[in-house]
């Protein structure tokens, strides 16, 4: 069975530091597709990034970066030089191949203060 | 802007009654799917719809129904509703299946009083 786990429920950093969000998968699928979401306090759900199973290079992307280590089940996602902008809760998403649907964590409150 | 639109935007009723929330999905997107989101389930899958017709089934209720139109928009109906149903209720889409990215629209926010 697929199963998503974000252990942080919430963190609060000052402006500027980094941080981590974690997130651990469980799934028997040899390929299967990981996501992260992003939902800020207006409320609907912006789409961050996907990866899939075999490809396990880390991504960056601006401030954002990807760890995806299969050895581990984990798909952590981090914020160098945080911002205001982004507090939101954060979600991690699991999609195994021929699932059709996305399976989220229970997401992580990220709160930037200024 | 994700291009999936919903509407309404909020929506409060009464126990016992129906409601139809609607969307529309992103511009070439074949699949459309429902999640809901409430404070004790988190986000979970409703139902997909693949170019008109049932794809995939979650946790939806037997009181929820869903379909998609020859046109790709897609209405999900919420019957003889309790309040437990409260919940943000999110349409998404994607070119294909669920191997794609999902975007998602606003929500509609449903309150059962």
């Known amino acids: 069975a697929q199963k998503v786990t974000q252990a942080q429920t919430e963190i609060s950093v000052v402006e500027k530091e980094d941080v981590t969000l974690d997130c651990v998968y469980e799934t028997r699928d040899t390929t299967y597709y990981l996501f992260w979401y992003k939902q800020p306090p207006s409320g609907e759900l912006v789409f961050l990034i996907r990866r899939n199973s075999f490809d396990e290079q880390n991504e960056i992307s601006g401030r954002y970066s990807w760890n995806f280590q299969k050895s581990t089940s984990s798909f952590n996602f981090t914020i160098t030089a945080s911002q205001v902008v982004d507090s939101a809760v954060y979600f991690c998403a699991l999609s195994e191949e021929g699932a059709q649907k996305l399976v989220f964590g229970q997401g992580t409150r990220l709160t930037i203060n200024p | 802007d994700s291009g999936v639109t919903q509407t309404p935007k909020h929506l409060i009723t009464a126990t016992g009654q129906r409601v139809t929330l609607r969307c529309s999905p992103r511009?070439?997107?074949?699949?459309v799917y429902w999640y809901q989101q409430s404070l004790d389930q988190g986000l979970q899958f409703l139902i997909q719809?693949?170019?008109?017709?049932?794809?995939a089934k979650g946790n939806i209720l037997e009181r929820f129904s869903a379909q998609q139109f020859p046109d790709l928009h897609s209405e999900l109906n919420l019957s003889s509703l309790e309040l437990g149903d409260s919940a943000l209720y999110f349409c998404?889409?994607?070119?294909?299946?669920?191997?794609?990215?999902?975007?998602f629209g606003p929500g509609t926010r449903l309150t059962v009083l």
């Open positions: 719809y693949y170019n008109g017709e049932e794809r």
């Open positions: 511009s070439g997107d074949l699949s």
């Open positions: 998404a889409s994607s070119v294909y299946g669920g191997i794609n990215e999902q975007f």
